[in-house]
């Protein structure tokens, strides 16, 4: 069952029923969802109950649980450099797996969830630079996003910026449990620099402060100072003293945590 909230004019944040979000985002003349959760449900039939414009889908990176729901719309886009992952997660071992943690959570999965055949997305043809990031703008009415390339979770990983509710979508280049340990997640030190030069970019190009986030694993808005004190935080000595943790994989996987906030940054200390 999909939940939904309307956290900004035009902006629903959806989450699905494995707890993955995505976010509708409406202009006057058209709409696009980022990213399409599990695929263990109809998100096209439940998008359609919220909106009546025209509806693209735009897809933040290529892991499965952002990307199988797209099977219920076909026609997608993201960056060209994530279509080897989307190739990979589409697959049958990424499904089973997906099928038995549906089933673990008791979440019912449709009958041709192993068999449907999905359409590659179309990639995104970026038009310009924001700073040293690719990227493009998409003119919604009365809504302007711009699509940024910025590597780190995957090297196609994209974020949005909704200049006119000085919003940023971080797809999964930044939630506060941050995952960059993937085999093609960037280095974390190269993440960190992206996610900070961004930022930095973002502001002086606009002339004023980044307010909010919306997460990909996270129901609520952000507070923009939350995702640079996290930054901050997770500087060189942190990352160098970052005791090691067991994903049951041959990474070399290390993790930092910091409480009351919640904050987890697990990377792969051997990727440099």
């Given at each position: 069952?999909?939940?939904?909230?309307?956290?900004?004019?035009?902006?629903?944040?959806?989450?699905?029923?494995?707890?993955?979000?995505?976010?509708?985002?409406?202009?006057?003349?058209?709409?696009?969802?980022?990213?399409?959760?599990?695929?263990?449900?109809?998100?096209?039939?439940?998008?359609?109950?919220?909106?009546?414009?025209?509806?693209?889908?735009?897809?933040?990176?290529?892991?499965?649980?952002?990307?199988?729901?797209?099977?219920?719309?076909?026609?997608?886009?993201?960056?060209?450099?994530?279509?080897?992952?989307?190739?990979?997660?589409?697959?049958?071992?990424?499904?089973?797996?997906?099928?038995?943690?549906?089933?673990?959570?008791?979440?019912?999965?449709?009958?041709?969830?192993?068999?449907?055949?999905?359409?590659?997305?179309?990639?995104?043809?970026?038009?310009?630079?924001?700073?040293?990031?690719?990227?493009?703008?998409?003119?919604?009415?009365?809504?302007?996003?711009?699509?940024?390339?910025?590597?780190?979770?995957?090297?196609?990983?994209?974020?949005?910026?909704?200049?006119?509710?000085?919003?940023?979508?971080?797809?999964?280049?930044?939630?506060?449990?941050?995952?960059?340990?993937?085999?093609?997640?960037?280095?974390?030190?190269?993440?960190?620099?992206?996610?900070?030069e961004l930022i930095h970019t973002l502001e002086k190009e606009h002339g004023q402060e980044i307010l909010y986030v919306l997460c990909s694993h996270q129901p609520k808005?952000?507070?923009?100072?939350?995702?640079?004190?996290?930054?901050?935080y997770m500087d060189d000595e942190r990352l160098e003293s970052a005791p090691a943790v067991d994903m049951g994989v041959p990474i070399e996987t290390h993790e930092i945590?910091?409480?009351?906030?919640?904050?987890?940054?697990?990377?792969?200390?051997?990727?440099?």
């Amino acid at each position: 069952m999909f939940r939904a909230k309307k956290v900004f004019p035009g902006v629903t944040h959806i989450s699905d029923a494995m707890g993955v979000s995505m976010t509708l985002i409406e202009g006057t003349e058209r709409a696009i969802l980022f990213d399409t959760g599990y695929g263990t449900e109809n998100v096209k039939d439940f998008v359609q109950t919220l909106t009546g414009k025209p509806v693209s889908v735009l897809l933040s990176h290529g892991h499965h649980d952002h990307i199988l729901g797209v099977r219920w719309f076909g026609k997608s886009s993201m960056c060209s450099e994530d279509l080897d992952e989307f190739r990979l997660r589409t697959g049958s071992l990424q499904r089973t797996k997906v099928a038995k943690q549906a089933e673990q959570k008791c979440v019912p999965i449709p009958e041709d969830f192993m068999s449907v055949i999905f359409t590659e997305p179309e990639a995104i043809i970026f038009e310009d630079f924001s700073g040293r990031f690719e990227q493009k703008t998409e003119d919604l009415g009365q809504m302007h996003i711009q699509v940024i390339h910025v590597p780190g979770h995957t090297p196609g990983s994209i974020v949005l910026y909704l200049k006119e509710l000085r919003l940023l979508l971080t797809g999964d280049d930044w939630n506060p449990c941050t995952w960059i340990w993937f085999p093609s997640s960037l280095p974390v030190h190269r993440w960190r620099e992206n996610m900070k030069e961004l930022i930095h970019t973002l502001e002086k190009e606009h002339g004023q402060e980044i307010l909010y986030v919306l997460c990909s694993h996270q129901p609520k808005v952000r507070d923009a100072k939350e995702l640079k004190a996290f930054l901050e935080y997770m500087d060189d000595e942190r990352l160098e003293s970052a005791p090691a943790v067991d994903m049951g994989v041959p990474i070399e996987t290390h993790e930092i945590r910091k409480e009351p906030e919640g904050w987890t940054l697990l990377f792969d200390k051997g990727k440099k």
